[in-house]
């Protein structure tokens, strides 16, 4: 009988079995290309913008100075967390049933090796 995986032992076995990181790299090219990137992007240029009309004094602040000011600036703003409730691709069916696949794939994959495992040992 092969043992019960939990849930971490089965993150760590998608991310071994390289699902992980191809679903993540689709994930941010369409990202990348999508109408919610640009509205991010547009919502970013003008918080940084307004920030630096704001404060003339941004203009003599090292550029690591002025990067954490700006990022501060962000983290007053839920842009990110907006571009991503309205990223569409998330739900989409063909994604999330590719998902689904992948993880069922890995769990069976983990189940059936653990139970190899454990009838090697048993026959030692």
Do not use: W
């Not at 993540?24 to 003008?46: D, G, I, P, W, Y």
């Not at 003599?60 to 991503?84: F, I, N």
């Not at 739900?91 to 998902?99: I, N, P, R, V, Y």
């Amino acid at each position: 009988m092969s043992r019960v995986l939990t849930p971490q032992q089965l993150v760590e076995d998608f991310k071994k079995s390289g699902e992980f990181d191809r679903l993540r790299h689709q994930v941010l090219t369409n990202f990348m290309n999508s109408a919610e990137n640009e509205q991010l992007m547009q919502r970013v240029k003008e918080i940084a913008k307004e920030r630096l009309d704001n404060d003339k004094h941004m203009a003599v602040k090292s550029q690591d100075e002025l990067l954490k000011q700006v990022l501060q600036e962000l983290d007053r703003y839920p842009v990110v967390d907006r571009a991503l409730e309205s990223f569409s691709y998330l739900q989409d069916e063909t994604f999330t049933q590719s998902l689904s696949n992948s993880l069922k794939e890995t769990l069976d994959a983990a189940k059936s090796s653990k139970g190899a495992s454990h009838k090697l040992q048993a026959n030692c």
